[in-house]
């Protein structure tokens, strides 16, 4: 095996691993429902990695500093809007639903480059998108009963979500990512904590009044944040987006598999249909996105080397 198919291996690898750390962060926060306060959750889940992340860049030659604060200002916000959707959501709906229905992101990031940069999208990109979204109506099943409102919280996130990626995409490649790991927990950390002098949440008086098995549940889930998206970080150093994409859908199966073991909870064949409808159109979505990105670099390079040639 060639050094560059090892490293591809070992960015799947650490994907999956990536991608089990949030469906186990989000089967605790649905496990914990309504038992810890969510402003208790983000603040001890934002405190956690910028902890953590501080003697990483400390000590690793890395510095703290950032060329674009702005950038890391709103995507630590955004990040912080994700969770904050998330750890509400995860009270009203079951694990595997909610991922599925969140995984309209690469969808709506088309929807809004459309909108907000007016780029042309092609009648492919449109049966994508009416694809996912009919796959979102069959798991929803609107007027069934059986989520109501409590749909619009994955619903929103995915949108968030979507803010994030663009966001991210376009001024990260420019950033270091363990600077930028960083600041986004430091960042949401100190968006929330002013909560708690204005008396929203009371942090140690809240801790102690949990049960040592919550406690150690909300532990696990700073922990899992962190080092998921750390992992992310890790993985897409070693292999292309373009190889790691099409295994980002495989959330919502560890999601299904964690939720049935720790919480007993099984989609019916509706929600299964569903899931694999906006699983492939999602996936879809996101090649042809990586597509593009790659002809605009191409179209790039080539212009540059027709510029040095003159």
């Known amino acids: 095996m060639s050094s560059g198919e090892t490293r591809v291996g070992q960015g799947i690898v650490l994907m999956l691993a990536a991608l089990s750390c ?47 604060p702005g950038f890391q200002f ?7 809007a994700c969770s ?35 780029e042309p999208i092609s009648a492919l990109r449109w049966a994508l998108v009416v694809g996912a979204f009919a796959g979102a109506l069959i798991v929803i099943r609107p007027g069934s009963g059986i989520f109501g409102w409590a ?4 619903l929103a996130g995915s949108c968030a979500y979507a803010a994030f990626q663009l966001v991210t995409s376009h001024y990260a490649p420019r950033e270091n990512a363990l600077v930028t790991h960083f600041w986004t927990g430091t960042v949401g950390a100190l968006a929330v904590l002013p909560a708690w002098p204005l008396g929203l949440v009371d942090v140690p008086g809240d801790w102690q009044a949990l049960p040592a098995r919550a406690q150690w549940l ?41 939720g049935w073991a720790a919480l007993g909870h099984v989609p019916d064949g509706w929600a299964w249909i569903g899931m694999a409808v906006i699983a492939a159109c999602g996936a879809g979505t996101a090649v042809l996105n990586l597509r593009a990105a790659a002809a605009a670099r191409r179209e790039l390079s080539a212009v540059v080397a027709d510029t040095t040639a003159d």
Do not use: C
């Open 22 to 68: 949030f469906a186990a962060m989000d089967t605790m926060v649905r496990y914990l429902g309504g038992a810890v306060p969510v402003l208790l959750l983000l603040i001890l889940r934002y405190l956690t990695q910028a902890v953590l992340m501080a003697p990483v860049l400390a000590f690793g030659g890395h510095g703290f500093h950032s060329p674009r």
């Open 74 to 80: 709103v995507r630590g916000l955004l990040l912080l």
């Open 84 to 118: 904050a959707i998330t750890f509400i959501g995860l009270r009203y709906m079951p694990v595997a639903e909610y991922t599925a229905i969140a995984m309209l992101t690469p969808v709506l990031v088309a929807v809004f480059s459309v909108v907000a940069l007016k």
């Open 151 to 154: 749909v619009l919280w994955p």
């Open 218 to 258: 909300v532990v696990w889930v700073g922990l899992l944040g962190t080092f998921g998206h750390l992992l992310l970080i890790l993985a897409f150093r070693r292999a292309s987006a373009s190889r790691l994409t099409p295994f980002l859908y495989l959330q919502i199966a560890i999601a299904v598999l964690l």
